[in-house]
Each structure stands twice: as C-alpha cells, then as structure tokens.
C-alpha cells in the first residue's frame, strides 16, 4: 500500500514564502496525476494544483495561480509545493494526494498558517 507523508508546513507572515513536500513510499508516483488539496476551517476541502508525473504538466486553482508551484523530483520520487506571496486566506491543511483503481492514496495533512 502507498503511504504519502507531506511536510514542510508552518508559521509565515502574510506575503512569505514556505515549500511543502510530498514523499510517497511503498509505491511511486510514475504514471499519475498528483494533487495538493486544502481544507480550511468551515470550508470544504478544495482543490490547490496538480502535476503530471510524466510529462510535468500542471494545473493550478486560480486562488493561487501565479503564486503557487508544484513540481516533481522524480530521483527522490517527491511532489513539491512552493507557495509564495502568501495569504491569510492560504492558511489550511493542506493534503497530497494519489490516485488509485479503487481508492485514491491521501497522505495525513499538513498545516500551513499566514498571519497578517
């Protein structure tokens, strides 16, 4: 079974930088579409971005387009998301996710919090 482990969240100031992290074991990421999603409190979790592991397309929520990178380290079978010009609005939990044939890899979340 995949297990995914997201890390890198924490404390910034409205307008700084943090670079989450996506490690994936006991499975790779080769041949599929990885995703961040958030949740923030008393919202429904919403789609952030996602990448082609193949080909390294990405796609972005436009909350956060031209802001937000996601990327592959395919030696290190990692997905990164650098979040830059960060917002309040941007504080989550914010989750890595894999799919599957029957039930889509979700990895435990992390937390990322903007003060202004």
């Known amino acids: 079974q995949v297990h995914l482990v997201e890390s890198g969240g924490g404390l910034v100031q409205a307008g700084g930088s943090l670079r989450l992290s996506c490690a994936a074991s006991g499975g790779s990421f080769d041949s599929y579409n990885i995703g961040w999603y958030r949740r923030a409190p008393g919202k429904e979790r919403e789609f952030v971005a996602t990448?082609?592991?193949?080909?390294?397309?990405?796609g972005y929520s436009t909350s956060v387009k031209g802001r937000f990178n996601i990327s592959r380290d395919i030696a290190k079978n990692t997905v990164a998301l650098q979040m830059d010009s960060l917002e309040p609005e941007d504080t989550a939990i914010y989750y890595c996710t894999r799919p599957a044939t029957s039930n889509d890899y979700w990895g435990q979340g992390i937390q990322v919090t903007v003060s202004s």
């Open positions: 990448i082609r592991w193949s080909s390294g397309s990405a």
